[in-house]
Structure formats: structure tokens, C-alpha cells
């Protein structure tokens, strides 16, 4: 087991934070550095797509197992319009956010509400159950598609890389491990 913990610098020590302490740390640095640049930093991808009246949502990912999603308001973002705000930095910038990375590409995990819906049966995937995520794109954003366990095809997929697995409990993993098919040589 791989432990991670999230620190900051005070003085000459180290302030451990909890993750939601060190995602509300890491939003407030994104969007300091966004307001004063003008510029998405690197390593953000877009978890919904942009919507009027909705906070904008992205995932900050330092590695394949670990990324933080923010969400950003009117309020964080000083009285500025998320959507056209995220707009406008997209419109501006030289990366391409639509470029979909295969080792972030899928994404295992225990469901944290029951939110979600499964793109093949399209029934609600329930809180703590396992489901799988796929960055697609959809118009001028990448956006994560969610399927149950179950529901997904795993026969149409040889040699995938799912980023998260080794957060899941150790039988979970086994299970996974299972379903996914050597790549053909």
C-alpha cells in the first residue's frame, strides 16, 4: 500500500493537510495564477462541459493515480462568469485540451455520490460503486463518461490503461485485473 500525504511549507516545517485541505489550497493557486495570467495551468482537463449558472469543474492531475477535481464559481473567480471566463482562457490558449492523453484517458473508482449516470444503461450508478470513466470529446471539451462495472465492454479493449485501480480494495483490483486483455503483440 502506497501512502500519500499533502503538506505545505510554514517557517521551516511541514503543515500536513487532509486532501480536501490541500484541493481547496490547490484551487485557490489555480485560480490566482488563471486571474493573473490569463492561461489555464498545465496538467487541468475539463470534468464537465461548460454550462450557464453552473460552476466549471476540472481536474488537476499530478499523475496517473493522483487528481484533484475543483470546482469554480462566480464567487472564486472574483464576480467573473465561469463559462465565459473558461471560454475565454480556451479560445486564448496554445494547448490542446482536446488531446486525450491514453495513460489518463480511463479511470476506475468507487463512485463518491450517486450522481452519475452510466452511458450504456443510463441508470444511476450508486455512491461507492464501482465505475469506470472514459475522457471523450464532446464540442471544444474533454468530458468524463462514466459506466458500471458491469456495463462496460471490456472485450473491445486490449492493453488499457486505467489510472486509479490501486485505489480500490484489494479483491476490487483482482476483479479489474481479470477483465482487462493482454495488448496484441
Not at 62 to 87: C, D, R, V, Y
Amino acid at each position: 500500500m502506497i501512502l500519500t500525504r499533502f503538506a505545505r511549507v510554514s517557517k521551516s516545517t511541514l503543515v500536513y493537510l487532509s486532501k480536501k485541505d490541500f484541493t481547496n489550497r490547490l484551487a485557490t493557486l489555480c485560480m490566482k495564477y488563471m486571474l493573473s495570467k490569463n492561461k489555464i495551468p498545465p496538467k487541468i482537463t475539463f470534468t464537465k462541459k461548460l454550462l450557464e449558472g453552473k460552476p466549471v469543474e476540472l481536474s488537476y492531475n499530478f499523475s496517473s493515480g493522483i487528481a484533484f477535481q475543483m470546482k469554480f464559481t462566480e464567487k472564486s473567480l472574483e464576480g467573473k462568469n465561469p463559462k465565459e471566463f473558461f471560454e475565454k482562457l480556451i479560445s486564448t490558449s496554445d494547448r490542446d485540451f482536446l488531446k486525450i492523453d491514453e495513460e489518463r484517458r480511463w479511470k476506475i473508482e468507487y463512485a463518491p455520490n450517486g450522481r452519475s449516470l452510466c452511458k450504456k444503461c443510463k441508470r444511476q450508478i450508486r455512491e461507492k460503486e464501482i465505475r469506470l470513466g472514459e475522457l471523450q470529446r464532446e464540442k471544444n471539451l474533454l468530458v468524463q463518461q462514466f459506466y458500471h462495472f458491469k456495463c462496460f465492454d471490456w472485450s473491445k479493449q486490449k492493453g488499457i490503461l486505467i489510472h486509479g485501480i490501486n485505489d480500490l480494495s484489494e479483491l476490487d483490483q483482482q476483479k479489474v485485473k481479470k477483465k482487462i486483455k493482454p495488448k496484441a503483440e
